[in-house]
T-cell receptor, first 128, second 108 residues
Framework: QVHLVESGGGVVQPGRSLRLSCAASGFTFSGYAMHWVRQAPGKGLEWVAAISFDGKNKYYADSVKGRFTISRDNSKNMLDLQMNSLRVEDTGIYYCASEPGRGQAISGVIAFNRFDSWGQGTLATISP | EIVLAQSPGTLSVSPGERATFSCRPSQGVSSLHLAWYQQKPGQAPRLLIYGASTRATGIPDRFSGSGSGTDFTLTISRVEPQDFAVYYC?????????FGGGTKVEIK
């Protein structure tokens, strides 16, 4: 059974950094793409970033491009999100999610898959 | 970027009634890349439907999805008390992945 556990959330001031982690178990982590999705308080879901199964391809929402970095360590079954230059609007619950695909581009076109497992989320609060 | 418009924003139904809500992409998308999720307060989202009409593992058959192109629908044939939640559609056919704004299903 897939199990995803996020950690690393907390309260930080704008402009500072935070590193989130997601520990994965119950499946062959190294075989699948992974994602981060966030949810501002009382709001909807926003996809943040994705990484291919081998870590070679990374994709970001425009709202975080250049500030956030997604990475993975397949030897440790860990997914990370390094968040720099944080803004108040980055506040929210951050979920990691797995998909049944590899996150590879085929003929130059990326094809993702549905998010079949989610962690319970970790709250990041950016406040002056 | 594919923008997903969900309607209505809130749907009031009584247990046992049928609930139908809509997801309309800003441009035509392949039904292969359209999913629906359920989220209850304080919980992570849960995958209900993928490929527009395929139920995820363990999802009861009162949930069904349909549609194509720019018009997709999620139907709950007979709403049960545990179905009161927020429902999101998602497009995952490319980058960026996008979500609709959600439909809240509340008790009438």
């Amino acid at each position: 059974q897939v199990h995803l556990v996020e950690s690393g959330g907390g309260v930080v001031q704008p402009g500072r950094s935070l590193r989130l982690s997601c520990a994965a178990s119950g499946f062959t982590f190294s075989g699948y793409a992974m994602h981060w999705v966030r949810q501002a308080p009382g709001k909807g879901l926003e996809w943040v970033a994705a990484i291919s199964f081998d870590g070679k391809n990374k994709y970001y929402a425009d709202s975080v491009k250049g500030r956030f970095t997604i990475s993975r360590d397949n030897s440790k079954n860990m997914l990370d999100l390094q968040m720099n230059s944080l803004r108040v609007e980055d506040t929210g619950i951050y979920y990691c999610a797995s998909e049944p695909g590899r996150g590879q581009a085929i003929s130059g076109v990326i094809a993702f898959n549905r998010f079949d497992s989610w962690g319970q989320g970790t709250l990041a609060t950016i406040s002056p | 970027e594919i923008v997903l418009a969900q309607s209505p924003g809130t749907l009031s139904v009584s247990p046992g009634e049928r609930a139908t809500f809509s997801c309309r992409p800003s441009q035509g998308v392949s039904s292969l890349h359209l999913a629906w999720y359920q989220q209850k307060p304080g919980q992570a989202p849960r995958l209900l439907i993928y490929g527009a009409s395929t139920r995820a593992t363990g999802i009861p058959d009162r949930f069904s999805g349909s549609g194509s192109g720019t018009d997709f629908t999620l139907t709950i044939s007979r709403v049960e008390p545990q179905d009161f939640a927020v429902y999101y559609c998602q497009y995952y056919g490319g980058s960026p992945i996008t979500f609709g704004g959600g439909t809240k299903v509340e008790i009438k």
